[in-house]
């Protein structure tokens, strides 16, 4: 029989490869049906009909969005690598614009409604969907592919921004970033999945790098960009404007990605062939089941709804009537509590046993590599949100000479050295290509920026060392944030790719909304009584309207004693803040130093196979054996 690999997808399946065998006699022995091929190879049955363990999990668990992507490599040559490239780059562009001044203007927009206190509860219902997202937004890359799913990521932008500019209250406010979130989460994740898809490890880093760089270009054009819609046309427009750039940006990566499909179909690699039980047209009912087993709907359920249960709450309940002790605080918590280790038996026991693609399947774990860089990455990020969520607010008020202009460059003095030392680290892998030691510096530098911001934050220590100590940070962040997903990526097939992916950023941006959660709690239990301590005054309306509002606070000039009272209390807050962010900052490198193993970047997609950016098995110059990284 001639070799195929057949994999489901929404409309039917794909067929790579030799497609010549149609004929019965043409199956391996046991196997009677083109539907019964596909489950051998899921199973992991052999041409003699038997199941093993051994069978490729590249064969057998091969999705759509991995066949096309490896069959529009092997038609559209250099020009059409250049062109994605381009696109990406393209992609990367806006995707850094957007970020580096819309994060800029929620404190602003909250304000506006007067409820600026809850800027950090918006932060988290956000940082949920960021970090729930991405598992679903990687199932969706492989069952329906690469180019699909961006266009559901542009819709979600769209819409969000539309919404923000339109925004009356803070219910308004929420919901647009809920959308925006699902948008920026899925553009991100579809990023950095195409980048392992069409590089190998030994130049996945230096790319990655590379694509990172219009952030270092959007640095100043974003601090004037802030400047000019705050100082004129107002936060509204700034989110606006959005919704026309980001659909001009991503076409050239959208249309790309659908040539190269259009193309393989046409030179007969990559062929459809629809299957009645699949086609969710044809026959809606297992056609939808193929589609939620396939996408993993309940682990991604389950996760999301725990998720949301337990970091919610922890926003919530300082502004609650009765706090902690609220009913529908406590009901929450304890819900949410129970819900996560029953996703984590649905993920390791339950999933495959009734044919889902788990988001977390127990495989991964058996790596402690991958397991270590998940904890890695999460409170990294904690360790990052505790001192960052309020950190905007900080320097708005206690730099009293600051511009707008001013504060959006100290803003984004981290997202520079994380994107500059990003491409840095990927220089150093082109030669040194082995990265531990490079993750356990990066640590190191990066816990050092953290400790010193103890000191130096706000109005206790000058502009040059608070500046000093964000890019501290950002060069050690920026070797940590690549280089925990790619040892990560190098230890599974292709096909496991974007789950991967999607796993690591899950556990990380998870420290997002408990980091934003834990500083909110912080913040809000402790400032109310910070600023009736230092602020000269008894009037609780004003202390309430400081309180809930920084723009409030900007009307009182420098060496006002009600301005330089809650130039106080915001220091000792922040203080504790830095405190936290420093003893998590620890976590990280001593996971890195003990539990992360050495190996070689060599010039296959990953290490767990050696196989080429086509799928094809090769010879691979320094790749360990797949029994050395299991």
Request: with cysteine.
């Amino acid at each position: 029989m001639s070799e195929t690999h057949k994999i489901q997808t929404f409309s039917g399946n794909i067929i790579v490869g030799d497609t010549d065998s149609k004929h019965e006699s043409d199956f391996p022995q046991g196997i009677t049906s083109a539907t019964e091929v596909e489950r051998a190879f899921k199973q992991g049955r052999t041409e003699s009909g038997q199941f093993s363990d051994e069978t490729d999990i590249h064969d057998k668990e091969l999705s759509a969005g991995v066949a096309k992507v490896e069959a529009l490599q092997k038609v559209w040559g250099k020009w059409g690598y250049y062109v994605l490239v381009a696109g990406l780059f393209v992609a990367s562009y806006i995707y850094s614009l957007d970020g580096l001044t819309t994060y800029n203007y929620l404190a602003i927009a909250t304000s506006t409604v007067m409820k600026h206190s809850l800027t950090g509860t918006v932060t988290v219902a956000g940082s949920i969907i960021m970090a729930v997202g991405k598992p679903f937004m990687a199932k969706l890359a492989d069952y329906l592919g690469r180019g699909e799913t961006y266009l559901i990521v542009l819709i979600f932008y769209i819409v969000a921004y539309i919404l923000f500019a339109s925004a009356q209250n803070i219910g308004q406010i929420a919901g647009a970033q809920i959308l925006y979130s699902v948008g920026n989460t899925g553009l991100q994740m579809m990023t950095q999945v195409i980048i392992a898809d069409v590089t190998t490890l030994k130049y996945r880093t230096f790319v990655a790098g590379l694509l990172s760089l219009p952030y270092i270009i959007n640095t100043p054009i974003s601090a004037e960009i802030s400047q000019g819609v705050l100082s004129g046309g107002g936060w509204r427009w700034g989110y606006g404007m959005f919704a026309i750039m980001v659909p001009a940006c991503l076409i050239p990566v959208i249309g790309t990605i659908f040539y190269g499909q259009w193309k393989a179909k046409k030179e007969g690699v990559l062929n459809n062939e629809l299957f009645a039980e699949k086609n969710v047209f044809k026959n809606p009912i297992k056609g939808l089941n193929t589609f939620q087993k396939e996408i993993d709907l309940p682990g991604c359920t389950l996760i999301a709804l725990s998720l949301a249960l337990i970091l919610i709450p922890l926003g919530l309940a300082p502004t609650a009537s009765k706090g902690w002790n609220s009913p529908h605080i406590i009901a929450m918590l304890v819900v949410g509590c129970v819900l996560l280790p029953v996703w984590v038996v649905w993920e390791l026991v339950i999933a495959d046993k009734y044919g889902y693609f788990p988001i977390a399947p127990a495989r991964f774990f058996k790596n402690m590599n991958i397991a270590a860089a998940c904890v890695i990455g999460f409170f990294d990020f904690v360790s990052f949100y505790l001192q960052y969520t309020y950190q905007y607010s900080f320097v708005y008020v206690v730099k009293t000479d600051w511009s707008y202009r001013d504060l959006n460059y100290f803003n984004n003095v981290q997202t520079f050295g994380l994107c500059s030392f990003g491409l840095v680290a990927g220089i150093i892998l082109i030669y040194y290509r082995r990265p531990k030691w490079l993750l356990v510096g990066g640590l190191v530098v990066r816990l050092l920026g953290v400790g010193i911001m103890i000191h130096s934050r706000g109005a206790l220590g000058s502009t040059v060392e608070l500046v000093f100590c964000q890019l501290l940070q950002g060069m050690g962040g920026g070797f940590a944030a690549v280089l925990i997903l790619l040892i990560a990526q190098a230890l599974v097939p292709h096909t496991d790719v974007a789950v991967v992916t999607a796993l690591i950023y899950l556990f990380t941006e998870v420290g997002t909304p408990i980091g934003s959660a834990i500083a909110t709690a912080i913040w809000t239990n402790q400032m109310p009584g910070q600023l009736a301590a230092h602020v000269p005054t008894t009037n609780s309306t004003l202390l309430t309207e400081l309180y809930s509002s920084i723009t409030i606070i900007k009307e009182y000039p420098a060496g006002d004693p009600i301005r330089e009272g809650v130039i106080t209390a915001y220091s000792n807050v922040m203080r504790n803040l830095c405190i936290g962010a420093t003893v998590t900052g620890a976590i990280p490198l001593i996971a890195a130093i003990f539990f992360v193993s050495d190996m070689t970047l060599g010039n296959a997609q990953n290490n767990w196979d050696g196989r080429g950016l086509t799928g094809d098995k090769g010879d691979v110059e320094n790749q360990p054996k797949e029994k050395e990284i299991k």
